[in-house]
């Protein structure tokens, strides 16, 4: 399995839209998030993101898109905001590999991230990764709590 980060530009905005709504769609049918859930934003806020200065890329395995991680960077801080997998191909490591392909990319130290509390599989992936939780918790609804995660 070949893993690789292509970057994504402001001509691919259409297609990581409809890539990221329906990568989020069971979680804000689960959550009810539609305040914060990327499977609510309009395209013009992936187009934003695409002209703001952070790094999107595809996931591509194999010659195919499976996913999509954005690097927000800020000073010495990154912050990965949005990763996602496709629904047909999670579970096979793809985001772990993507995640470290994007430390590679910007550097291996002072990362952070949010993830839903309630979704123990992302959890368990990022503490894989070395990330640790900040005791910061945002709860968004009566459902779901943001979790805050950094690596040195």
Sequence with gaps: MTVELIKAGIDDAQELWQMQVEAF???LERYRDYETNPASEP???????????????????????????????????????????MPQHRRKGLAQ????LAEQLHGEHNWELSTIMQEAGNCRLYEKLGYRRTGQVQRIN????????EKD
């Design 97 to 100: 590999q993507a995640i470290r």
């Design 25 to 27: 769609a069971q979680l």
């Design 43 to 85: 395209l013009e806020r992936t187009v934003q993101r695409l002209c703001d200065g952070s790094s999107f890329y595809f996931i591509v395995e194999s010659g195919e898109k499976v996913g999509a991680v954005r690097v927000v960077e800020d000073g010495e801080r990154k912050r990965i905001s949005p990763v996602f997998i």
């Design 142 to 149: 009566e459902q779901m709590d943001l979790v805050f995660y």
